[in-house]
Structures are given as structure tokens and as C-alpha cells.
């Protein structure tokens, strides 16, 4: 590697360059360097070339199309043979074993014999699923008859009076943009069911007076439940409920924080609610229906 390799091109040249190097004894090297022939070659070009010289052109023979598709044709025939002669064998599937009451099986001996089991305090019971299902005119009518079954007192209430004014106040937040859907959902009229339970009381004396706590209960789950950040309180107010407004705000939140958040967080607490609403409608009602 890297040795310099020096070739006369022929020996009469080299038999001159030999009698001037003789006679010039006094000259210096550079004058021989000069007149004399050098050629340099790699150890790699070498390779290289003898490389490129040794190596012969194969040009591949294909085969005919027909005989590729033959076979392939082979190929798949042998893999369906061998997988038909491999043995099938079955799947095992676990047999379940239904244990006797307080009794297992115990081999003693050669002899099969029953363990008394102590009974458990913990049982093993998957909890079950109650489906409840209500359309929201339906809980809107069980709402308005629990409002009328509660305020005795007012002889000339209907619930359909009672629906109307949730329906009135939704609508005029819809048409003036405080709200983009509307507020009355399954959901929702249970949650406006907790706040009446326990803001509506049975002394109410008048109509204007309900009409005012109802729809103070209706502000609280509208700012609770709502969609939006923030509701106007025009629509909710009205002359009977006033003066009285925030400190019934501030009293049913007092009273039913735990629950609204309970209400949310719990569902076997919702469900709960929804079946209480669901029996409050009218025995009569329901008989007509049916």
C-alpha cells in the first residue's frame, strides 16, 4: 500500500539514462529526477482494474410466464395439502361448576366429602341497573301537578299553568340571544323538581306568590345548570318576588348546596329524583293514558 512503483518504457531509453547518469557523477539529484520516468500507481486503481477485467456479464435467463404461473399453481396445492392433513384439535372450554350452599367438595381418602363453608358477611352481588325513561313533556306535566298537589290552597291552579311559565321564560331567552339552545331537558326539570321540594311551601296563598318562588328556583338552576356564563334577571323577576329575590336565592342555597352538587356527582341520587318526579303525576292522568 502506497509503494511507489518505477517502469522504463523500454531498456534502450534505460541503457541511455544509465550511461548520462554515469558521466554527469557530479550533478545533483535533481537532474536525474528530471530526466528520468516516474509513473505512480495506487495499490487501488490496480486492484480496481484487474477487478473490472476479471468480471464477466451474466445476463439472466427468465422464465416463461406460463411456467410461473405453474408454479405458483404447485405452491398453493402443497400448502392446502399440508394444512388439511394437520389434526384438528378441539378448543377446550372451561365448564363452570355451580358450588352447593355453604358446602364445597373435598377429596379425603379416595372418598369425596363435603366442607361446611361459614357464611360471608360480604356478598358478591353485581348492583342493578334500574332504566327509567320519561320524555321531558312528561316530567314538565308530573312537575306541574307536584306544584298543585302542594299548593292546595289555590283551587284554580293546573300544571299546564305551571309549564307555561317555564316554557315563557326559556323562549324569551332564546329569541333575545342570552342562550344559543334551550334550557329544558330531562335533566334540568329534575333539577328545578329538587329546588321546588324545598322552596315551595304549603302556605302559599296566592298565585303571584308561587309564580315568584318558582321562578326564583328557575334563576338557580338556569345559573347552575345553564349553558351560558351568566342569565339576565328580568325575565325571572316579577312584582311579587321582588323584595324578596336574593334573600330566597340565598336561603335555598344554604339549604340544597349539598344536594345540587349531589345531584351531579351521584347518579344513584338522580335516579332517586327522577323516579320521586316520575310518581307525582296525577292518578287520573295516567289512567287516561293508559
Same mark, same amino acid.
Given at each position: #500500500? ?16 544509465? %550511461? ?14 528530471? !530526466?528520468? #520516468? ?31 404461473? !405453474? ?6 396445492? $402443497?400448502? !392446502?395439502? %399440508? ?13 363452570? %361448576? ?29 348492583? =342493578? ?12 306535566? &308530573?312537575?306541574?301537578?307536584?306544584? &298543585? ?17 317555564? =316554557? ?16 329544558? %331537558? ?14 315551595? $311551601? ?22 347552575? #345548570? ?41 347518579? !344513584? ?22
Amino acid at each position: #500500500m502506497g509503494t511507489v512503483l518505477s517502469i522504463s518504457p523500454s531498456s534502450k531509453k534505460a541503457s541511455i539514462m544509465d %550511461t548520462e547518469a554515469t558521466g554527469d557523477g557530479l550533478k545533483n539529484d535533481k537532474s536525474l529526477k528530471r !530526466h528520468s #520516468m516516474f509513473v505512480s500507481l495506487s495499490w487501488k486503481k490496480l486492484v480496481a482494474n484487474s477487478a473490472k477485467k476479471s468480471a464477466k456479464k451474466v445476463t439472466p435467463n427468465p422464465l416463461p410466464s406460463s411456467q410461473v404461473a !405453474h408454479l405458483n399453481s404447485e405452491n398453493v396445492r $402443497k400448502t !392446502h395439502q %399440508t394444512e388439511e392433513k394437520k389434526p384438528k384439535a378441539p378448543i377446550p372450554v372451561p365448564v363452570p %361448576t355451580v358450588p352447593t350452599k355453604n358446602s364445597d367438595s373435598v377429596l379425603q381418602n379416595g372418598r369425596l366429602s363435603t366442607v361446611q363453608k361459614q357464611p360471608s358477611n360480604f356478598s358478591l352481588l353485581s348492583p =342493578r341497573r334500574i332504566v327509567i325513561q320519561a320524555s321531558t313533556g312528561e316530567l314538565l306535566r &308530573c312537575l306541574g301537578d307536584f306544584l &298543585c298537589r302542594r299548593c292546595y290552597k289555590l283551587k284554580e291552579l293546573n300544571s299546564g299553568e305551571i309549564v307555561l311559565w317555564f =316554557r315563557n321564560i326559556d323562549r324569551i331567552l332564546l329569541v333575545q340571544g342570552w342562550q344559543d339552545i334551550g334550557f329544558i %331537558t330531562p335533566a334540568n326539570v329534575v333539577f328545578v323538581y329538587l329546588l321546588c321540594q324545598e322552596a315551595i $311551601k304549603e302556605s302559599v296563598s296566592s298565585a303571584a306568590e308561587l309564580q315568584g318562588t318558582f321562578q326564583t328556583c328557575l334563576y338557580l338552576a338556569y345559573s347552575y #345548570m345553564g349553558n351560558e356564563i351568566s342569565y339576565p334577571l328580568k325575565p325571572f323577576i316579577i312584582d311579587s318576588n321582588k323584595d324578596v329575590f336574593w334573600e330566597t336565592s340565598l336561603r335555598i342555597i344554604d339549604r340544597l348546596s349539598n344536594k345540587m352538587l349531589q345531584l351531579n356527582a351521584d347518579p !344513584h341520587f338522580f335516579t332517586e329524583v327522577f323516579q320521586e318526579l316520575k310518581n307525582q303525576r296525577d292518578s287520573s292522568e295516567s289512567s287516561l293514558d293508559r
